[in-house]
């Protein structure tokens, strides 16, 4: 049943009116039924708002209606947006995928989405001691002593519970102050470490804000942010956990040698485990099969007789749906492949921060060869030593020494 002509339905008639919201009801009511699952959740068999609003166009305003409904009660777009709302949820998925494409069963699927997830976050430095907090190296304790105890903010007050809110949040806290950052990490100049405070504190200005001076932007909310230069490396922040180069760069080493691996292992080692289950695609054309049903059977209730066939055939399609016996490889073939992608991972993220810090020493000699002596020597006679005494009594002095 289409309703092409929605005007009919908001005529003043009370006739159109009732058939109008009985059509909305219908629609509703086969909607929750088929989409009950077995373990009595309900998720929206039309989709989510864009199908709604795609329904709407195609002229059945009651299906759009009863779309829009089911989206907000089983939280439809919500749940997406949930589920990407964390840069480790957004890694995980992009495991997962990597996953399936590789021709991983489920199980082994799953497990390369949380060894993924586990690589970006040890990478990003969310993986730490748990006797010190898990607190990043250069970083505040977000569950600090009081500031007579520690006035840093490096001790931590209950370190367990710290390590398991950093795992679950993967916030990293405020850089410590400078003098106390430069213990930890030697790497970091002072200009580099003023300007990343400056990004780290902008907010937007509307919808978005760039900052040319320190080549970073912060979009609507501060919901993401980015900047090219960072802690010595370019970094993105989104939803307040920060992705680096050199975190990404490990990500994709752990994937790809991963991968790389798995395609190597003889096929007689990737078929070893069998368990029963739906395949991605059985998965994709059951919720298909489900979304038609349930469209079909509202409009069958509502009189219209055309469809019985159709609604006939799809319940048929449904049942013969059955689980299949997927064969995948075992756990210590899977632990040896993502080892392998471990270690690529540990290789690479040393590999990338050590170019980072390398251009971003040379950048700073550069164009603040001052800065360059100060954060390479400390004090002016440190300095004037490393160079020769050449006699001079000013910094600026000093800086065409520096290449002699």
Excluded: C
């Excluded at 919201?21 to 864009?50: D, H």
């Excluded at 949380?114 to 970083?139: D, E, H, I």
Aim: a positive charge.
């Amino acid at each position: 049943m289409r309703f092409a002509n929605i005007s009919n339905y908001l005529s003043n008639s009370a006739a159109a009116a009732g058939k109008f919201a009985k059509a909305t009801g219908t629609y509703f009511s086969e909607g929750l039924k088929q989409g009950q699952t077995s373990f009595g959740r309900v998720i929206s068999p039309y989709g989510n708002f864009a199908q709604a609003t795609k329904y709407a166009r195609q002229g059945n305003l009651p299906l759009a209606i009863a779309a829009g409904g089911l989206d907000v009660l089983t939280d439809a777009s919500r749940s997406a947006y949930w589920f990407l709302n964390h840069s480790l949820a957004v890694t995980g998925n992009v495991g997962e995928a990597v996953g399936q494409k590789i021709g991983l069963d489920p199980r082994s699927t799953q497990l390369l989405k949380r060894a993924t997830q586990f690589t970006t976050a040890a990478s990003a430095g969310l993986v730490a001691n748990p006797l010190t907090g898990a607190r990043p190296a250069g970083y505040k304790s977000i569950m600090p002593v009081s500031k007579e105890e520690d006035p840093t903010g490096r001790t931590s007050s209950a370190p367990i519970a710290e390590s398991v809110l950093r795992y679950f949040t993967g916030r990293r806290g405020d850089p410590l102050p400078y003098r106390t950052l430069k213990e930890e990490r030697p790497e970091i100049a002072y200009p580099t470490y003023s300007k990343y405070l400056k990004y780290k504190h902008m907010k937007p200005d509307g919808f978005l804000k760039v900052d040319p001076e320190t080549q970073s932007f912060v979009g609507p909310l501060g919901i993401i942010r980015g900047t090219a230069q960072g802690l010595n490396e370019p970094e993105i922040n989104y939803f307040g956990v920060p992705i680096t180069a050199s975190t990404a760069a490990a990500t994709g080493a752990m994937l790809g040698t991963t991968a790389a691996a798995y395609k190597a292992v003889p096929e007689s080692m990737k078929t070893v485990v069998t368990s029963r289950g739906f395949t991605p695609e059985q998965i994709a054309q059951k919720t298909d099969l489900q979304s038609r049903i349930a469209k079909l059977s509202a409009e069958y209730k509502m009189g219209d007789d055309t469809v019985r066939g159709g609604l006939n055939l799809a319940k048929k399609q449904l049942r013969e749906i059955r689980p299949e016996l997927i064969k995948g490889p075992d756990v210590g073939t899977m632990a040896a492949v993502i080892g392998a992608g471990a270690l690529a991972a540990l290789g690479t993220k040393q590999l990338t921060k050590q170019f980072f810090n390398q251009r971003a020493e040379q950048q700073l000699k550069e164009k603040e060869p001052v800065e360059y002596l100060k954060h390479k020597h400390g004090s002016f006679q440190a300095a004037s030593e490393a160079l020769g005494n050449p006699g001079v009594r000013s910094w600026q002095e000093l800086t065409p020494y520096m290449n002699e």
